[in-house]
């Protein structure tokens, strides 16, 4: 019952900031027809093709870390797991979610342990948010903090050290008597013996430290070719915003979206958009319009998972299936 009410929760709030940006651009709707008009279309192919690139390397930052417990799955094998990940992710109202189903397809299909399974997941994600933080910083650098208003600038480095403090902790918690504060947690307790194990495994990646480096730079490769896949959207809207704009605009989107309080990040991601795209002085119109082709290009990608998904348990007797 509780997943049923969170679900529809996050269904709600998808669809309230989504109506909210289309109630703030009711009157901009003839100027966003025009641009639509007007757009390039081959600029706009090849913001959609790269984007489905940048989902196909997760491929190999998530390999990279499962060979650092001696796992080698064949790179076809992480794709449609991946795509079907996204699938997940980006448009079922479910609490299983892609991370999940990615964790799961390999534990069935593979028999890779589920410790160790969920480590790869957890040090992809930690590595993908390490590098939007990375980027966010190289952006600022770069001068887009200038047209940023101060309370934002101050707002993104009250977050990013929350962040990054955050990170601290997960990995060094002894020091900060985390240890302690669970044996006290009587529910927390029950399952201590399994923390243990999986913190254990997760730490030991400091003892990895050259496939830790490998999918890191996997990790920013794919963020760039995303962020060349907003650029190119901008081209193919003539909007005229330069590459270091996007540099901020992609990262601030991806963490602004990951709290899970929206399906799929959906709604979060294109108010979010728009607000970085308003500081580098777009007009509301093309901020709106471009944060909805970003997001029709993400979801032509989950609908390739669905796809996937699918032909898989059609024509492959696949034990992972949700």
Not at 146 to 164: D, E, H, M, P, W
Not at 179 to 199: A, G, N, Q, T, Y
Request: hydrophobic residues 50%; positive net charge.
């Amino acid at each position: 019952m509780k997943k049923k009410v969170f679900n529809f929760i996050r269904i709600f709030i998808s669809i309230a900031l989504l109506s909210l940006l289309v109630y703030r651009n009711r009157g901009n709707f003839s100027n966003m027809l025009d641009s639509l008009k007007s757009i390039n279309a081959g600029y706009l192919i090849i913001a959609a093709a790269l984007y489905s690139v940048g989902i196909s390397f997760i491929v190999f930052r998530w390999g990279t870390l499962l060979r650092s417990h001696g796992y080698n799955v064949s790179k076809p094998f992480l794709w449609q797991s991946a795509f079907i990940g996204w699938f997940f992710n980006m448009l079922l109202p479910t609490s299983v979610g892609g991370d999940f189903y990615r964790v799961y397809d390999l534990y069935e299909n593979k028999g890779i342990p589920i410790n160790e399974n969920i480590s790869a997941v957890v040090i992809e994600r930690i590595l993908g948010t390490l590098t939007g933080i990375n980027l966010l910083i190289i952006a600022f650098a770069a001068g887009t903090f200038s047209y940023l208003t101060k309370n934002t600038v101050i707002g993104l480095g009250a977050g990013l050290f929350v962040t990054l403090g955050f990170f601290i902790v997960l990995f060094f918690p002894r020091f900060f008597r985390i240890d302690v504060l669970v044996r006290k947690i009587r529910i927390l307790s029950k399952i201590r013996p399994k923390l243990r194990e999986f913190h254990e495994i997760l730490i030991s990646y400091r003892h990895k430290l050259k496939y830790v480096f490998i999918a890191y730079c996997f990790s920013l490769c794919i963020q760039t070719i995303f962020i060349t896949s907003y650029y190119f959207i901008n081209l193919a809207m003539g909007m005229g915003l330069k590459y270091k704009m996007m540099l901020f605009t992609l990262p601030f989107v991806s963490v602004a979206s990951s709290f899970p309080i929206a399906i799929g990040g959906m709604g979060i991601r294109e108010n979010a958009a728009v607000f970085a795209l308003e500081s580098f002085g777009a007009a509301r119109s093309d901020a709106t319009l471009f944060s909805f082709i970003a997001l029709s290009i993400i979801l032509f990608n989950a609908m390739i998972g669905g796809l996937v998904y699918v032909l898989k348990n059609v024509f492959y007797k696949s034990k992972g299936v949700i």
